[in-house]
């Protein structure tokens, strides 16, 4: 079993869609959760950071961690055709280590 | 341009070649990280770097694999007699000690192993 998993998609919502990411984890020492975005053949640019448990929002995105489920979510309102992209979470562990583990990632087109 | 930069972009090398890439992370950060995504997967983690110290390795670099950062600045990832499973994106990314989570990613370089 992997320690993250992300559904791969892919996802296709209508511009405008609410639009929800989802990834669950199994080590119970993941502290940090990133969100990442890639488009294609580019590297992932850091979205979202956020610390234990809550939510978290900026513009358009809002991303949510319930450690008790060990589970993840990352929200688009209003979703825009240039939001097409690959959508990586990655999870990190406190204790002076850098190693992120990510997902597979999620494919998300939006449609015009 | 402040972000992470990487060189070259793209490599094209025969079997059983030795190759280099090269990353210069943002100018504060001192930590520096190397992972590698393949086709459809996330990146994975390889090593990584706190100033010049490499203080962790993944059991994913084989001994055909070395990285150094010999002055705490730009990193350097060698390949040595690459395989065609060494075709990859190798991503470098930097991120300041206190926010070690927080890591920034450059564009990579994608390795093509003929």
């Known amino acids: 079993q992997k320690e993250v998993e992300q559904d791969p998609g892919p996802l296709s919502v209508p511009e405008g869609a609410i639009v929800s990411l989802n990834c669950t984890y199994s080590?119970?020492?993941?502290?940090?959760f990133m969100w990442y975005r890639q488009y294609s053949r580019k590297g992932p640019e850091l979205l979202m950071y956020?610390?234990?448990?809550g939510n978290k929002e900026d513009g358009r995105f809002t991303a949510q961690v319930d450690k008790s489920s060990k589970y993840i979510s990352l929200f688009i309102r209003d979703s825009q055709p240039s939001d097409s992209a690959t959508y990586l979470c990655?999870?990190?562990?406190?204790?002076?280590?850098?190693?992120?583990?990510f997902g597979q990632g999620t494919t998300l087109q939006v449609k015009p | 341009d402040t972000g992470v930069s990487q060189d070259p972009r793209h490599k094209i090398t025969k079997r059983g070649q030795n190759v280099t890439f090269r990353c210069d992370p943002i100018?504060?950060?001192?930590?520096l990280y190397w992972y590698r995504q393949t086709l459809g997967q996330g990146p994975e983690f390889l090593t990584y770097?706190?100033?010049?110290?490499?203080?962790?390795k993944s059991r994913l670099l084989s001994d055909r694999f070395s990285a150094e950062r010999p002055k705490g600045s730009f990193s350097t990832l060698e390949i040595q007699r690459t395989e065609q499973g060494d075709s990859a994106m190798y991503l470098c990314?930097?991120?300041?000690?206190?926010?070690?989570?927080?890591?920034?990613f450059g564009p990579g370089t994608r390795l093509t192993v003929l």
């Open positions: 956020t610390y234990s448990s």
């Open positions: 770097f706190q100033n010049e110290a490499q203080l962790e």
């Open positions: 990655a999870m990190g562990r406190s204790g002076n280590t850098g190693k992120l583990i």
């Open positions: 080590n119970s020492a993941f502290q940090y």
């Open positions: 100018s504060e950060h001192n930590r």
């Open positions: 990314a930097s991120s300041l000690d206190k926010t070690y989570n927080e890591q920034f």
